[in-house]
């Protein structure tokens, strides 16, 4: 029985070694993360997430953890942006209201499938200039949905939230962990 994340996501992993576990091996699945027609955010990430964990080729026995992180805005789904001037536009949408972060994840032992999804709230303050521009010379926006992390600089546009700072980050841990037991990865063995 091997622990499998199939994630390219540093903060996965990182969040994964906040609670003791340190993945036998890593392999990002390759999927193709396009919403459908009309997909609503909750939908499309329990979609992504489930796609991810089916995705790893891994052993019957083996566990695999995979997650996806989607920014909502009512029901217009905020990717990661393609370059600055999208991160531009996401970050001006964001700025001075309450947007969700939902985060999806998968554990996948041979046929099934443990899942859960976490919807934290995130409120932004109203961006100036300055912000802005500082914000996306940082190039913290890439790879990251909405177009910002808040774990790091951007932490200064949030006065306000509610939910799991880990499921903003990428993997709510209290679930993960909850799932990965019941899938029966021993989370909790004493070492
Ligand atoms: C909103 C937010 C997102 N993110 C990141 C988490 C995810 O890595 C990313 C969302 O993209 P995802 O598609 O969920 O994940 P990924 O492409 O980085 O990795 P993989 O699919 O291989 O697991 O945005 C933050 O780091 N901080 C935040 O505050």
């Not at 961006?127 to 890439?142: F, K, M, R, T, V």
Request: hydrophobic content about 45%.
């Amino acid at each position: 029985m091997r622990l499998i994340l199939g994630s390219a996501s540093p903060r996965r992993k990182e969040l994964l070694a906040q609670i003791g576990l340190v993945p036998d091996a890593v392999l990002p699945p390759d999927i193709d993360e396009t919403p459908r027609r009309g997909e609503l955010p909750r939908p499309y990430c329990a979609r992504m997430a489930a796609e991810k964990a089916a995705a790893v080729t891994a052993g019957p026995d083996d566990v695999v953890l995979c997650a996806d992180t989607t920014v909502a805005l009512g029901r217009r789904i905020l990717g990661k942006p393609a370059d600055a001037g999208e991160a531009a536009a996401f970050l001006t949408l964001l700025g001075g209201r309450r947007h969700e972060v939902i985060t999806a994840v998968a554990v996948r032992r041979g046929t099934r499938m443990w899942t859960r999804e976490v919807v934290s709230v995130v409120k932004f303050k109203r961006l100036s200039d300055p912000e802005l521009n500082a914000y996306l010379a940082s190039g913290e926006w890439q790879g990251k949905a909405g177009g910002y992390g808040i774990q790091g600089l951007a932490g200064a546009f949030v006065p306000w939230m509610q939910g799991s700072f880990t499921g903003v980050v990428g993997l709510p841990v209290a679930e993960t962990a909850a799932l990965l037991h019941a899938a029966g990865w021993p989370v909790w063995r004493v070492a």
